[in-house]
């Protein structure tokens, strides 16, 4: 089945450790984008690339950045995590034809930070 | 959609009963797109139904359907014949293209045995 894969499931980091969360599709989605999920809170969109061209939202901390080195693989490096950063990290993809898509999400990546 | 609030933060329907989470959203543009997605506890969104802001008909898929009332800019998801499965937090979205989707704060579905 086509789908969206997040590794790991869980990560544990240390304060200032940095770490990636890795990313890929089957689905061959033009689109891909990272959310960041607090607890009990709505996702909210770190950056997303349409092929790739990079967008970044404009809260979106420099802590945070992204590399897309092909179509089915796209990977958030969080470069200094502190203890806000702890959260669910999804990533999501969406065919980027015309009209409004619903997206397709992995299961998650929950970031632990020590 | 610019703002999607869902002011239900926890609601609670028996089993086999309907249920109707509530939506509004607010843009001034006329094109847009609106969404609902479950997230089980196990943290996967998991699409249920779209409705598109030029559609005529309510959007319907098997027991999920959508009340769009466009003049109140509400898109509330009727869920019929609720199942213990579909306990879980639900959240509307909207999007008005450039592939920017905002969530509204979602409702945590309870489904009582």
């Known amino acids: 089945d086509a789908m969206v894969i997040q590794n790991p499931r869980y990560q544990v980091t240390q304060f200032g450790k940095p770490v990636t969360l890795s990313c890929s599709q089957t689905?061959?989605?033009?689109?891909m984008y990272w959310y960041q999920q607090k607890s009990s809170q709505a996702p909210k969109l770190l950056f997303h690339?349409?092929?790739?061209?990079?967008?970044n939202e404009a809260d979106t901390p420099d802590n945070f950045q992204s590399r897309r080195p092909n179509t089915s693989f796209c990977f958030l490096d969080i470069r200094s995590p502190g203890l806000g950063d702890a959260a669910m990290y999804l990533c999501a993809t969406e065919g980027g034809g015309g009209g409004y898509n619903e997206q397709f999400f992995g299961p998650g990546t929950r970031l632990t930070v020590l | 959609a610019q703002k999607i609030t869902q002011t239900q933060p926890g609601m609670f329907v028996q089993e086999k009963e309907a249920v109707t989470l509530d939506c509004t959203y607010d843009t001034s543009d006329p094109s847009y797109g609106l969404f609902w997605y479950k997230q089980p506890s196990s943290g996967e969104m998991i699409f249920l139904i779209y409705?598109?802001?030029?559609?005529?008909q309510n959007a319907t898929e098997g027991r999920y359907s959508l009340n769009f009332q466009k003049a109140r800019k509400s898109a509330n998801l009727v869920i019929s014949a609720s199942q213990l499965g579909d306990s879980a937090m639900y959240f509307c979205?909207?999007?008005?293209?450039?592939?920017?989707?905002?969530f509204g704060a979602g409702t945590r579905l309870f489904v009582k045995a």
């Open positions: 690339y349409y092929d790739k061209d990079f967008n």
């Open positions: 979205a909207g999007g008005t293209g450039g592939f920017k989707t905002i």
């Open positions: 409705q598109g802001s030029y559609d005529q």
């Open positions: 689905l061959n989605h033009n689109v």
